[in-house]
């Protein structure tokens, strides 16, 4: 079993910035993607950020040039840093990575931008 530990979130004014991070423990044996996801209040999760086990970031479009992914495998950790924040990235923010046995999650950090 893994565990995910999210901290970071907050609230901050809009064009602020935020750095989450996602701490993996327990039974690790290969840790592939690690992802960050969202999910605003009366919206379907949507995907942020990911990066694979290589160091290759992905982003959604809302959120490119603003939003870095990136990992420190030494210590099973990956940060989302958040420049330019707008309202409408106000969610929960949520960790995922993806072992050789299945999916994990974390319980999720809230962001909050205020305008």
């Known amino acids: 079993q893994v565990q995910l530990a999210e901290s970071g979130g907050g609230l901050v004014q809009a064009g602020g910035s935020l750095r989450l991070s996602c701490a993996a423990s327990?039974?690790?044996?290969?840790?592939?993607?690690m992802n960050w996801y969202r999910q605003a209040p009366g919206k379907q999760r949507e995907l942020v950020a990911t990066?694979?086990?290589?160091?290759?970031?992905n982003y959604a479009d809302s959120v490119k040039g603003r939003f870095f992914i990136f990992r420190d495998n030494a210590i099973n950790t990956v940060y989302l840093r958040m420049n330019s924040l707008k309202p409408e990235d106000t969610a929960r923010y949520y960790c995922n990575v993806a072992t050789v046995v299945g999916h994990y999650w974390g319980q999720g950090t809230q962001v909050t931008v205020s305008s």
């Open positions: 327990g039974r690790i044996i290969s840790i592939n993607a």
């Open positions: 990066i694979t086990s290589g160091g290759t970031p």
